[in-house]
Nanobody, 118 residues
Framework: VQLVESGGGLVQPGGSLRLSCTTS????????MSWFRQAPGKERELVAA????????NYVDSVKGRFTISRDNAKNTVYLQMNSLKTEDTAVYYC????????????WGQGTQVTVSS
């Protein structure tokens, strides 16, 4: 199983980035996909999640209206479009795959750094 995040980097406040998480080794279309982030000295927090068929999405309040999660089941990839970035969005962003149900499984990526700074 592999989850590989990409697209992070340094951006000025107000800018945009698009993160990608390309996966392999499991049935991507059956998994809930989510993005988490962890800033220095803080706990990892859920940023956004999307159900297997893209029917439902949810976001942490601090990113609503600025971030959009999406997925392409044909490409086994989940995306996070981040607009109007703020300095407080600086963190390592992680991709997570969850197989829901009684036999729940979670897979994590290695993370990608996003730094918002002028």
């Amino acid at each position: 199983v592999q989850l590989v995040e990409s697209g992070g980097g340094l951006v000025q406040p107000g800018g945009s980035l698009r993160l990608s998480c390309t996966t392999s080794g499991f049935t991507f279309s059956s998994y809930v996909m989510s993005w988490f982030r962890q800033a220095p000295g803080k706990e990892r927090e859920l940023v956004a999640a999307i159900t297997s068929g893209s029917t439902n999405t949810n976001y942490v309040d601090s990113v609503k209206g600025r971030f959009t999660i999406s997925r392409d089941n044909a490409k086994n990839t989940v995306y996070l479009q981040m607009n109007s970035l703020k300095t407080e969005d600086t963190a390592v962003y992680y991709c997570k795959a969850t197989r829901p149900g009684w036999n729940r499984i979670d897979y994590w990526g290695q993370g990608t750094q996003v730094t918002v700074s002028s």
